[in-house]
């Protein structure tokens, strides 16, 4: 690659969330490149960008039990708000992982992307032969 005509080593690797999630916890740049998936003949059209953050985010799901049968007697209803907690189910799903990308367009679209989503624009989707280099040094 490039770099390493400019006396740059490196690595290059195919996308994997835990080798970035590695790598910025060692306090290491990432640079990360995709494409768009090619349509017919056209050449893909690909960028590379800073990955320089990342954050887990954990998402707390309710829904609520609207009983709507007056039929029921006082203790199954009692019973069902017991199960339920007083209406709500709760539970926590999954966590959800996003990366800070800087796009390399004077700001603009840089932000928090999900791990498995990156598309700046609802036209500009790198989701396609994903690379990333690291262990950038002189």
């Given at each position: 690659?490039?770099?390493?005509?400019?006396?740059?080593?490196?690595?290059?690797?195919?996308?994997?969330?835990?080798?970035?999630?590695?790598?910025?916890?060692?306090?290491?740049?990432?640079?990360?490149?995709?494409?768009?998936?090619?349509?017919?003949?056209?050449?893909?059209?690909?960028?590379?960008?800073?990955?320089?953050?990342?954050?887990?985010?954990?998402?707390?799901?309710?829904?609520?039990?609207?009983?709507?049968?007056?039929?029921?007697?006082?203790?199954?209803?009692?019973?069902?708000?017991?199960?339920?907690?007083?209406?709500?189910?709760?539970?926590?799903?999954?966590?959800?992982?996003?990366y800070h990308m800087n796009w390399g367009w004077n700001g603009f679209y840089d932000g928090w992307y999900n791990h498995d989503s990156w598309m700046p624009d609802i036209q500009l989707?790198?989701?396609?032969?994903?690379?990333?280099?690291?262990?950038?040094?002189?």
């Open positions: 690659n490039i770099l390493k005509r400019w006396g740059i080593n490196n690595s290059i690797a195919n996308y994997s969330d835990s080798l970035v999630r590695h790598i910025i916890y060692q306090n290491e740049p990432i640079i990360a490149s995709g494409a768009q998936e090619p349509n017919n003949d056209e050449k893909p059209k690909g960028h590379a960008w800073i990955i320089d953050g990342y954050k887990t985010c954990k998402v707390i799901r309710q829904n609520y039990y609207y009983i709507s049968d007056t039929t029921l007697t006082e203790d199954v209803l009692r019973k069902i708000k017991k199960e339920h907690c007083n209406g709500y189910d709760e539970w926590q799903m999954p966590d959800i992982v996003q989707e790198y989701n396609w032969n994903q690379l990333l280099l690291y262990r950038i040094r002189p």
